[in-house]
Protein backbone atom coordinates (compact mmCIF):
# COMPACT_ATOMS: atom_id res chain seq x y z
CA UNK A 1 0.00 0.00 0.00
CA UNK A 2 1.70 3.63 -0.87
CA UNK A 3 2.43 5.92 2.30
CA UNK A 4 -0.30 8.47 0.95
CA UNK A 5 -2.76 5.92 0.67
CA UNK A 6 -1.64 4.60 4.50
CA UNK A 7 -1.88 8.55 5.55
CA UNK A 8 -4.96 9.47 4.44
CA UNK A 9 -6.76 6.00 5.78
CA UNK A 10 -5.34 6.82 8.83
CA UNK A 11 -6.68 10.63 8.89
CA UNK A 12 -9.97 9.17 7.95
CA UNK A 13 -9.46 6.47 11.65
CA UNK A 14 -8.36 9.89 13.75
CA UNK A 15 -11.37 11.86 12.61
CA UNK A 16 -13.55 9.16 13.04
CA UNK A 17 -12.15 8.62 16.46
CA UNK A 18 -11.34 12.29 17.71
CA UNK A 19 -15.28 13.56 17.37
CA UNK A 20 -18.07 12.77 19.60
CA UNK A 21 -20.56 13.08 16.60
CA UNK A 22 -20.96 9.68 16.93
CA UNK A 23 -22.37 9.59 19.51
CA UNK A 24 -24.97 13.00 19.67
CA UNK A 25 -26.62 11.92 16.16
CA UNK A 26 -28.18 9.00 15.31
CA UNK A 27 -27.54 8.91 10.98
CA UNK A 28 -29.71 5.83 10.96
CA UNK A 29 -32.38 6.64 12.09
CA UNK A 30 -32.39 10.27 9.52
CA UNK A 31 -31.80 7.84 6.88
CA UNK A 32 -34.58 5.42 7.63
CA UNK A 33 -36.92 8.66 7.61
CA UNK A 34 -35.44 9.46 4.15
CA UNK A 35 -36.54 6.32 2.63
CA UNK A 36 -39.96 6.17 4.77
CA UNK A 37 -39.98 9.62 2.53
CA UNK A 38 -39.11 8.66 -0.72
CA UNK A 39 -42.02 6.01 -0.03
CA UNK A 40 -44.43 8.23 0.45
CA UNK A 41 -43.25 10.62 -2.36
CA UNK A 42 -43.74 7.32 -4.48
CA UNK A 43 -46.82 6.85 -3.27
CA UNK A 44 -47.93 10.38 -4.42
CA UNK A 45 -46.57 10.33 -7.78
CA UNK A 46 -48.33 6.81 -8.43
CA UNK A 47 -51.75 8.96 -7.80
CA UNK A 48 -54.95 7.09 -7.97
CA UNK A 49 -54.51 5.25 -11.42
CA UNK A 50 -51.08 3.50 -9.87
CA UNK A 51 -49.00 4.93 -12.74
CA UNK A 52 -46.27 7.21 -12.55
CA UNK A 53 -44.84 9.90 -15.43
CA UNK A 54 -41.56 9.21 -15.13
CA UNK A 55 -40.76 12.47 -16.93
CA UNK A 56 -42.17 14.46 -14.12
CA UNK A 57 -39.77 15.50 -11.24
CA UNK A 58 -40.87 16.78 -8.08
CA UNK A 59 -39.54 20.21 -7.50
CA UNK A 60 -41.14 21.84 -4.31
CA UNK A 61 -43.81 21.87 -1.62
CA UNK A 62 -44.73 25.51 -0.94
CA UNK A 63 -44.98 26.33 2.51
CA UNK A 64 -48.85 26.11 2.85
CA UNK A 65 -49.20 23.05 0.43
CA UNK A 66 -48.43 19.57 1.56
CA UNK A 67 -48.30 17.64 -1.62
CA UNK A 68 -45.25 17.77 -4.19
CA UNK A 69 -45.52 20.31 -7.52
CA UNK A 70 -43.59 18.42 -10.06
CA UNK A 71 -41.87 19.73 -13.32
CA UNK A 72 -41.22 18.13 -16.32
CA UNK A 73 -37.78 16.97 -16.92
CA UNK A 74 -37.43 19.60 -20.30
CA UNK A 75 -34.02 21.08 -20.72
CA UNK A 76 -34.80 24.47 -18.72
CA UNK A 77 -35.71 22.82 -15.66
CA UNK A 78 -32.42 22.43 -13.67
CA UNK A 79 -33.70 20.45 -10.98
CA UNK A 80 -34.75 17.21 -12.41
CA UNK A 81 -31.68 15.11 -11.77
CA UNK A 82 -32.18 15.59 -7.89
CA UNK A 83 -34.71 12.73 -7.35
CA UNK A 84 -33.43 10.46 -9.54
CA UNK A 85 -30.11 11.33 -7.55
CA UNK A 86 -32.09 10.72 -4.01
CA UNK A 87 -33.63 7.61 -5.31
CA UNK A 88 -29.80 6.34 -5.80
CA UNK A 89 -29.44 7.43 -2.50
CA UNK A 90 -32.11 5.82 -0.95
CA UNK A 91 -31.14 2.63 -2.63
CA UNK A 92 -27.18 3.03 -1.46
CA UNK A 93 -28.43 3.23 1.55
CA UNK A 94 -31.44 0.22 2.32
CA UNK A 95 -30.54 -1.99 -0.79
CA UNK A 96 -34.03 -2.01 -1.47
CA UNK A 97 -33.93 -3.47 -5.65
CA UNK A 98 -37.71 -1.24 -6.17
CA UNK A 99 -36.26 1.87 -5.43
CA UNK A 100 -33.56 0.85 -8.20
CA UNK A 101 -35.50 0.36 -10.57
CA UNK A 102 -37.74 3.57 -9.86
CA UNK A 103 -34.28 5.69 -9.82
CA UNK A 104 -33.84 3.92 -13.28
CA UNK A 105 -36.72 4.86 -14.48
CA UNK A 106 -36.19 7.98 -13.48
CA UNK A 107 -33.22 8.34 -14.80
CA UNK A 108 -33.54 7.69 -17.93
CA UNK A 109 -36.05 10.58 -18.39
CA UNK A 110 -33.11 12.52 -18.56
CA UNK A 111 -31.20 10.87 -21.77
CA UNK A 112 -32.48 13.50 -24.21
CA UNK A 113 -29.82 16.15 -22.34
CA UNK A 114 -27.12 14.12 -23.67
CA UNK A 115 -28.29 14.46 -27.72
CA UNK A 116 -29.36 17.64 -27.73
CA UNK A 117 -27.05 21.08 -27.39
CA UNK A 118 -26.78 22.61 -24.33
CA UNK A 119 -28.96 24.95 -23.02
CA UNK A 120 -27.26 26.36 -19.96
CA UNK A 121 -24.51 25.11 -17.58
CA UNK A 122 -26.65 22.96 -15.29
CA UNK A 123 -25.93 19.87 -17.03
CA UNK A 124 -23.75 18.93 -14.50
CA UNK A 125 -26.31 18.69 -11.72
CA UNK A 126 -28.76 17.39 -13.93
CA UNK A 127 -26.76 14.14 -15.59
CA UNK A 128 -24.16 14.06 -12.09
CA UNK A 129 -27.01 13.96 -9.88
CA UNK A 130 -28.84 11.00 -11.86
CA UNK A 131 -26.86 9.13 -13.88
CA UNK A 132 -23.39 10.24 -12.16
CA UNK A 133 -24.90 8.27 -9.04
CA UNK A 134 -26.46 5.32 -11.38
CA UNK A 135 -23.23 4.46 -12.48
CA UNK A 136 -20.96 4.76 -9.69
CA UNK A 137 -23.77 2.22 -8.16
CA UNK A 138 -24.50 0.06 -10.82
CA UNK A 139 -21.31 0.13 -13.19
CA UNK A 140 -23.87 0.30 -16.33
CA UNK A 141 -22.14 1.33 -19.52
CA UNK A 142 -24.97 2.90 -20.71
CA UNK A 143 -25.18 5.54 -17.99
CA UNK A 144 -21.40 6.41 -18.62
CA UNK A 145 -21.66 7.00 -22.33
CA UNK A 146 -24.55 9.55 -21.51
CA UNK A 147 -22.57 11.15 -18.91
CA UNK A 148 -19.59 11.43 -21.68
CA UNK A 149 -21.58 12.53 -24.25
CA UNK A 150 -23.12 15.15 -21.65
CA UNK A 151 -19.59 16.52 -20.76
CA UNK A 152 -18.84 17.51 -24.13
CA UNK A 153 -22.22 19.61 -24.54
CA UNK A 154 -21.27 21.63 -21.21
CA UNK A 155 -17.62 22.00 -22.95
CA UNK A 156 -19.56 23.60 -25.81
CA UNK A 157 -20.51 26.77 -23.18
CA UNK A 158 -16.50 27.36 -22.43
CA UNK A 159 -15.02 30.05 -24.01
CA UNK A 160 -11.43 29.88 -24.14
CA UNK A 161 -10.76 34.31 -24.36
CA UNK A 162 -12.80 34.22 -20.70
CA UNK A 163 -11.38 31.08 -19.07
CA UNK A 164 -15.27 29.81 -18.04
CA UNK A 165 -18.10 28.42 -18.73
CA UNK A 166 -20.91 30.54 -19.91
CA UNK A 167 -23.63 29.79 -17.49
CA UNK A 168 -26.80 31.49 -18.99
CA UNK A 169 -26.80 32.25 -23.02
CA UNK A 170 -29.44 32.99 -22.37
CA UNK A 171 -28.70 36.10 -20.13
CA UNK A 172 -25.28 37.49 -21.94
CA UNK A 173 -27.44 40.64 -23.21
CA UNK A 174 -28.87 41.05 -19.79
CA UNK A 175 -25.66 40.89 -17.58
CA UNK A 176 -23.78 42.64 -20.66
CA UNK A 177 -21.36 40.07 -21.20
CA UNK A 178 -20.03 36.38 -20.32
CA UNK A 179 -21.74 35.49 -17.17
CA UNK A 180 -20.59 32.66 -15.06
CA UNK A 181 -22.19 32.18 -11.61
CA UNK A 182 -21.26 30.29 -8.40
CA UNK A 183 -23.44 27.25 -9.10
CA UNK A 184 -21.73 26.55 -12.07
CA UNK A 185 -18.60 25.40 -10.18
CA UNK A 186 -20.79 22.22 -9.32
CA UNK A 187 -21.00 20.91 -12.90
CA UNK A 188 -17.33 20.82 -12.53
CA UNK A 189 -17.28 17.15 -11.48
CA UNK A 190 -18.36 16.27 -14.25
CA UNK A 191 -16.00 17.43 -16.81
CA UNK A 192 -13.31 15.63 -14.17
CA UNK A 193 -15.15 12.80 -14.12
CA UNK A 194 -14.94 12.42 -18.41
CA UNK A 195 -11.52 13.29 -18.53
CA UNK A 196 -10.54 10.47 -16.41
CA UNK A 197 -12.94 7.97 -17.90
CA UNK A 198 -12.07 7.72 -21.44
CA UNK A 199 -13.44 11.51 -22.72
CA UNK A 200 -11.03 13.82 -23.73
CA UNK A 201 -8.54 15.03 -21.04
CA UNK A 202 -9.02 19.04 -22.48
CA UNK A 203 -12.20 18.29 -19.96
CA UNK A 204 -10.24 18.52 -17.20
CA UNK A 205 -7.99 21.95 -18.33
CA UNK A 206 -11.70 23.42 -19.02
CA UNK A 207 -12.31 22.33 -14.96
CA UNK A 208 -9.25 23.44 -13.92
CA UNK A 209 -9.62 27.25 -16.10
CA UNK A 210 -13.11 27.67 -14.85
CA UNK A 211 -12.09 27.30 -11.15
CA UNK A 212 -8.81 29.10 -11.01
CA UNK A 213 -10.77 32.61 -12.66
CA UNK A 214 -13.54 31.91 -10.40
CA UNK A 215 -11.11 31.33 -7.82
CA UNK A 216 -9.47 34.74 -8.53
CA UNK A 217 -12.23 37.17 -9.79
CA UNK A 218 -16.02 35.83 -8.00
CA UNK A 219 -15.15 36.52 -4.12
CA UNK A 220 -14.09 39.69 -2.64
CA UNK A 221 -10.96 40.55 -0.33
CA UNK A 222 -13.11 39.23 2.70
CA UNK A 223 -13.67 35.44 0.96
CA UNK A 224 -17.71 36.11 0.14
CA UNK A 225 -19.04 35.80 -3.20
CA UNK A 226 -20.51 37.25 -6.19
CA UNK A 227 -23.02 35.02 -7.16
CA UNK A 228 -22.71 36.51 -10.67
CA UNK A 229 -18.87 37.47 -12.32
CA UNK A 230 -19.78 38.84 -15.51
CA UNK A 231 -16.61 39.00 -18.20
CA UNK A 232 -16.25 41.05 -21.72
CA UNK A 233 -17.07 38.40 -24.01
CA UNK A 234 -13.78 38.82 -26.90
CA UNK A 235 -11.33 40.07 -24.09
CA UNK A 236 -12.44 38.16 -20.90
CA UNK A 237 -11.72 40.96 -18.94
CA UNK A 238 -13.69 40.77 -15.68
CA UNK A 239 -15.94 43.43 -15.80
CA UNK A 240 -18.31 43.45 -12.43
CA UNK A 241 -19.44 40.90 -9.58
CA UNK A 242 -23.34 41.40 -9.22
CA UNK A 243 -26.10 39.15 -7.70
CA UNK A 244 -29.31 37.42 -9.35
CA UNK A 245 -30.82 35.09 -6.31
CA UNK A 246 -29.15 37.37 -3.47
CA UNK A 247 -29.79 40.33 -1.39
CA UNK A 248 -28.13 42.78 -3.40
CA UNK A 249 -24.93 42.53 -5.23
CA UNK A 250 -22.51 42.96 -2.23
CA UNK A 251 -24.26 40.50 0.47
CA UNK A 252 -23.57 36.85 0.76
CA UNK A 253 -26.09 34.86 -0.31
CA UNK A 254 -26.05 31.71 1.35
CA UNK A 255 -26.30 29.20 -1.01
CA UNK A 256 -23.71 31.15 -3.57
CA UNK A 257 -21.15 30.87 -0.68
CA UNK A 258 -22.44 26.78 -0.34
CA UNK A 259 -21.75 25.94 -4.16
CA UNK A 260 -18.61 28.00 -3.57
CA UNK A 261 -17.36 25.67 -0.63
CA UNK A 262 -19.13 22.17 -1.99
CA UNK A 263 -17.09 23.38 -5.55
CA UNK A 264 -13.59 24.41 -4.28
CA UNK A 265 -13.84 20.96 -2.22
CA UNK A 266 -14.78 18.90 -5.03
CA UNK A 267 -11.93 21.06 -7.25
CA UNK A 268 -9.35 19.90 -4.53
CA UNK A 269 -9.98 16.71 -4.52
CA UNK A 270 -9.52 16.01 -8.27
CA UNK A 271 -6.08 18.27 -8.38
CA UNK A 272 -4.61 18.04 -4.91
CA UNK A 273 -3.19 21.66 -5.91
CA UNK A 274 -3.20 22.94 -2.33
CA UNK A 275 -4.31 26.88 -3.92
CA UNK A 276 -7.79 25.01 -3.99
CA UNK A 277 -6.87 23.49 0.00
CA UNK A 278 -6.30 26.80 1.20
CA UNK A 279 -9.04 28.86 -0.65
CA UNK A 280 -11.61 26.76 -0.02
CA UNK A 281 -10.73 26.75 4.00
CA UNK A 282 -10.66 30.77 3.52
CA UNK A 283 -14.64 30.68 2.08
CA UNK A 284 -15.66 27.89 4.60
CA UNK A 285 -14.39 30.23 7.82
CA UNK A 286 -16.49 33.17 6.43
CA UNK A 287 -19.56 31.37 6.28
CA UNK A 288 -18.91 29.15 9.28
CA UNK A 289 -18.17 32.65 11.54
CA UNK A 290 -21.43 33.86 10.71
CA UNK A 291 -23.92 31.46 11.19
CA UNK A 292 -26.59 31.55 13.59
CA UNK A 293 -26.89 29.29 16.69
CA UNK A 294 -28.36 26.54 14.92
CA UNK A 295 -26.01 26.03 11.76
CA UNK A 296 -28.81 26.67 9.42
CA UNK A 297 -28.12 30.59 7.73
CA UNK A 298 -30.60 32.64 6.76
CA UNK A 299 -31.20 32.74 3.24
CA UNK A 300 -28.89 35.69 2.80
CA UNK A 301 -26.23 36.25 5.31
CA UNK A 302 -26.91 40.44 4.89
CA UNK A 303 -30.65 41.09 4.27
CA UNK A 304 -31.60 43.55 6.68
CA UNK A 305 -34.28 41.78 8.04
CA UNK A 306 -32.80 38.67 10.37
CA UNK A 307 -33.59 37.49 12.58
CA UNK A 308 -36.90 37.58 10.86
CA UNK A 309 -35.36 36.78 7.36
CA UNK A 310 -36.45 33.24 6.00
CA UNK A 311 -33.74 30.39 6.61
CA UNK A 312 -32.12 28.37 3.62
CA UNK A 313 -31.96 24.73 4.76
CA UNK A 314 -30.52 24.10 1.11
CA UNK A 315 -27.77 25.75 1.78
CA UNK A 316 -26.78 23.96 5.47
CA UNK A 317 -27.46 20.44 3.66
CA UNK A 318 -24.77 21.67 0.76
CA UNK A 319 -22.58 22.66 2.90
CA UNK A 320 -22.96 19.71 5.87
CA UNK A 321 -22.01 17.57 2.96
CA UNK A 322 -19.36 19.30 1.08
CA UNK A 323 -17.58 19.85 4.79
CA UNK A 324 -17.62 15.94 5.58
CA UNK A 325 -15.99 15.60 2.56
CA UNK A 326 -13.56 18.58 3.26
CA UNK A 327 -12.77 17.16 6.72
CA UNK A 328 -11.54 14.06 4.99
CA UNK A 329 -8.29 15.93 3.13
CA UNK A 330 -7.19 17.88 5.95
CA UNK A 331 -5.08 17.80 9.46
CA UNK A 332 -7.26 16.41 12.87
CA UNK A 333 -7.74 20.02 14.45
CA UNK A 334 -9.39 21.50 11.33
CA UNK A 335 -11.06 18.15 10.42
CA UNK A 336 -13.07 17.82 13.44
CA UNK A 337 -13.41 21.58 13.64
CA UNK A 338 -15.39 21.25 10.16
CA UNK A 339 -17.17 17.75 10.95
CA UNK A 340 -18.21 18.65 13.86
CA UNK A 341 -19.69 21.73 12.60
CA UNK A 342 -21.44 19.48 9.61
CA UNK A 343 -22.97 17.30 12.54
CA UNK A 344 -24.30 20.08 14.04
CA UNK A 345 -25.85 21.30 10.74
CA UNK A 346 -27.46 17.65 10.62
CA UNK A 347 -28.57 17.85 13.67
CA UNK A 348 -30.60 21.14 13.38
CA UNK A 349 -31.68 19.74 10.18
CA UNK A 350 -32.91 16.16 11.61
CA UNK A 351 -35.00 18.72 14.24
CA UNK A 352 -38.40 19.05 14.14
CA UNK A 353 -37.88 22.39 13.44
CA UNK A 354 -36.31 21.44 9.69
CA UNK A 355 -37.87 17.65 8.97
CA UNK A 356 -41.49 17.57 7.37
CA UNK A 357 -42.31 14.90 9.46
CA UNK A 358 -45.64 13.79 9.08
CA UNK A 359 -46.87 17.08 7.69
CA UNK A 360 -45.33 16.07 4.11
CA UNK A 361 -43.40 13.84 1.79
CA UNK A 362 -40.34 16.19 1.46
CA UNK A 363 -37.73 15.26 3.84
CA UNK A 364 -37.15 18.90 5.16
CA UNK A 365 -38.81 22.60 5.00
CA UNK A 366 -37.31 25.99 5.28
CA UNK A 367 -35.32 26.22 2.31
CA UNK A 368 -35.39 29.61 -0.24
CA UNK A 369 -35.02 29.25 -3.66
CA UNK A 370 -35.37 32.81 -5.25
CA UNK A 371 -35.89 35.60 -3.17
CA UNK A 372 -35.41 38.40 -5.23
CA UNK A 373 -38.20 36.43 -7.85
CA UNK A 374 -40.32 35.85 -4.95
CA UNK A 375 -40.04 32.49 -5.67
CA UNK A 376 -40.09 28.98 -3.57
CA UNK A 377 -39.36 31.22 0.14
CA UNK A 378 -39.26 29.42 3.06
CA UNK A 379 -40.32 25.82 1.33
CA UNK A 380 -39.41 22.34 0.53
CA UNK A 381 -37.42 22.17 -2.24
CA UNK A 382 -35.65 18.95 -4.15
CA UNK A 383 -31.75 20.17 -4.20
CA UNK A 384 -31.91 20.65 0.19
CA UNK A 385 -33.34 16.40 0.32
CA UNK A 386 -30.69 15.73 -2.05
CA UNK A 387 -27.56 17.30 0.03
CA UNK A 388 -29.11 16.32 3.02
CA UNK A 389 -29.29 12.45 1.94
CA UNK A 390 -25.83 12.47 0.62
CA UNK A 391 -24.54 14.14 3.55
CA UNK A 392 -26.16 11.74 5.76
CA UNK A 393 -24.48 8.77 3.90
CA UNK A 394 -20.94 10.60 3.52
CA UNK A 395 -21.53 10.57 7.29
CA UNK A 396 -22.33 7.17 8.01
CA UNK A 397 -19.49 6.35 5.50
CA UNK A 398 -17.36 8.32 7.85
CA UNK A 399 -18.00 6.86 11.25
CA UNK A 400 -16.63 2.76 9.04
CA UNK A 401 -13.94 4.64 8.03
CA UNK A 402 -14.79 4.15 4.38
CA UNK A 403 -14.28 6.54 1.79
CA UNK A 404 -17.18 9.95 1.62
CA UNK A 405 -16.71 9.91 -2.40
N1 LIG B 1 -28.56 26.93 -9.16
C1 LIG B 1 -29.62 27.78 -8.80
C2 LIG B 1 -29.82 27.91 -7.35
O1 LIG B 1 -28.97 27.54 -6.54
O2 LIG B 1 -30.87 28.38 -6.98
Known amino acids: MKTKTLLAGLGLCLLAACSTSKDEFNVDKALDYCDTQVHRTLTELKGNDGNIDYTMMPRNIMDSLTTWHCRKATKDEWCSGFWPGILWYDYEATGDEKIKEEAEKFTSSLKFLSETPAFDHDLGFLIFCSYGNGYRLTQNPEYK?????TADTLATLFNPRVG?????????????????????????????WAAKNGGNPYLSDIAIAHADKTMKYQFRPDYTSYHVAVYDTLTGDFLRGCTHQ????????????????????TVYRETKDTRYLDFVQKITDVYLQNLPADYVPYWDFDDPSIPSAPRDASAA??????????????????????????VKMLISLSSDKYQSGKSKPSFLLHST???????EIDASIIYADYY??????RLKKLHSNQSVI
Do not use: C
Open 388 to 393: YIEALL
Open 145 to 149: QVILN
Open 164 to 192: TILSWPRNVEMFGGHNTIMDNLINLEMLF
Open 369 to 375: GHWPAGS
Open 317 to 342: AIVASALLELSTYLPVEKATEYKDAA
Open 246 to 265: GYADNTMWARGQAWGIYGFT
